[in-house]
């Protein structure tokens, strides 16, 4: 079965750093992208940044957070600097993954891991 699995939250005071670290395991073929969305109390999940035939990161965390992967691991890295309050949220890893070389692309997802930025 194939499954997204976060690891790497926590709380972390403001001006912090954390690394947080999404494995794609089981059967595939290939990966065509990975990212990360997040989620604030109350609010719709949002995209904060893509790994796939480029790198694109929302406005918001431009400049401080760096999304990186490692293909032979099937896992992709978002590194988190500066961190504010508002970063707050349940972090989602999203892949764009394909079963067999004749299979369409579907999206996947994690569980989330829980980033609490507070003093």
């Known amino acids: 079965q194939l499954q997204l699995v976060e690891s790497g939250g926590g709380l972390v005071q403001p001006g912090g750093s954390l690394r947080l670290s999404c494995e794609a395991s089981?059967?595939?073929?290939?990966?065509?992208?990975m990212g990360w969305y997040r989620q604030a109390p109350g609010k719709q999940r949002e995209w904060v940044a893509t790994?796939?035939?480029?790198?694109n990161y929302a406005d918001s965390v431009k400049g401080r957070f760096t999304i990186s992967r490692d293909n032979a691991k099937n896992t992709v890295y978002l590194q988190m600097n500066t961190l504010k309050p508002e970063d707050t949220a349940v972090y989602y890893c999203n892949a764009f993954i394909k079963r067999a070389s004749t299979s369409p692309l579907v999206s996947y997802w994690g569980q989330g891991t829980q980033v609490t930025v507070s003093s």
């Open positions: 089981g059967s595939m073929f290939s990966i065509e992208a």
């Open positions: 790994s796939g035939g480029s790198t």
